[in-house]
T-cell receptor, first 114, second 119 residues
Framework: NAGVTQTPKFQVLKTGQSMTLQCAQDMNHNSMYWYRQDPGMGLRLIYY???????DKGEVPNGYNVSRLNKREFSLRLESAAPSQTSVYFC?????????????FGQGTRLTVV | AQKITQTQPGMFVQEKEAVTLDCTYDTSDPSYGLFWYKQPSSGEMIFLIYQGSYDQQNATEGRYSLNFQKARKSANLVISASQLGDSAMYFCAMREASHASGGSYIPTFGRGTSLIVHP
């Protein structure tokens, strides 16, 4: 029962370095999301993908890019990491066309940029 | 304006007592879904309970119930008989038709409430 799998779980980057956060789901969901969680701010949407081949910006997209590689995978890339991107990142997925089903979350990636 | 408002940054409750975590929402859609998640210190997001806007009865799942007051746009989570393991962050979330793209109803989250259960 894998559900949504994120890698890595922890990462420390130096300012200016790049990295890609990986996310894969095995529930055949069309919709996938990337959120960041900061203390006192809840979860804020970075990017989402309603279906394979489509991506759209969320509330806080600056400094990030995404790729929906196929139906299963949705990656988040930081091209030049900044300390302001220190956060916990969550990938989530849900069936498209169904607002009555919960979103399923990965375990999260704790990223520190020094 | 925030779509989901959780006004209690922190709450304390005695073990075995009931506690209510507040959530108000803002939408003009007639159709929407409301969700509560639990995030323990280990970090994962655990789905607890769901309430649909057309549901006549309040949702219940074990010790969790959702006090849904549609006219007041509130969806408070009630935890009965609190346990030490209930200590966690709790997030209220909403999915609505007007915040959708390509058929994807994008979940919007509140800022969360930290619950501490005292023995």
């Amino acid at each position: 029962n894998a559900g949504v799998t994120q890698t890595p779980k922890f990462q420390v980057l130096k300012t200016g370095q790049s990295m890609t956060l990986q996310c894969a789901q095995d529930m055949n969901h069309n919709s996938m999301y990337w959120y960041r969680q900061d203390p006192g701010m809840g979860l804020r949407l970075i990017y989402y993908s309603a279906s394979e081949g489509t991506t759209d910006k969320g509330e806080v997209p600056n400094g990030y890019n995404v790729s929906r590689l196929n139906k299963r995978e949705f990656s988040l890339r930081l091209e030049s990491a900044a300390p302001s991107q220190t956060s916990v990142y969550f990938c989530a997925s849900s069936p498209t066309g169904d607002m009555n089903t919960e979103a399923f979350f990965g375990q999260g990636t704790r990223l520190t940029v020094v | 304006a925030q779509k989901i408002t959780q006004t209690q940054p922190g709450m304390f409750v005695q073990e075995k007592e009931a506690v209510t975590l507040d959530c108000t929402y803002d939408t003009s859609d007639p159709s929407y879904g409301l969700f509560w998640y639990k995030q323990p210190s280990s970090g994962e997001m655990i789905f607890l309970i769901y309430q649909g806007s057309y549901d006549q009865q309040n949702a219940t799942e074990g010790r969790y119930s959702l006090n849904f007051q549609k006219a007041r746009k509130s969806a408070n989570l009630v935890i009965s008989a609190s346990q030490l393991g209930d200590s966690a962050m709790y997030f209220c979330a909403m999915r609505e038709a007007s915040h959708a793209s390509g058929g994807s109803y994008i979940p919007t989250f509140g800022r969360g409430t930290s619950l501490i259960v005292h023995p």
